[in-house]
């Protein structure tokens, strides 16, 4: 892996955490709200779940686990 493609994954890693903190403080905020909406709440939770995995797995190429 270049420089260029590790700086984009950077980017793109930060980018995704971003994204994954709004979510959740937009989950929590609908949690707090009278009758929110339990469906819409999952489907934020799913796509946070999402992000999750996509964070992994980019964390997972740029800092691999090397096994001496």
Known sequence: MDEAER?????????????HRDLDA??????????????????????KLQLRDRISRIDDQLFPDIIA
């Open 7 to 19: 700086q984009e994954l950077l980017a793109e890693l930060e980018r995704l955490r971003q994204e």
């Open 26 to 47: 937009a989950i929590e905020a609908l949690l707090a709200t009278p009758g929110f909406d339990r469906l819409q709440v999952q489907r934020l939770k799913k796509r």
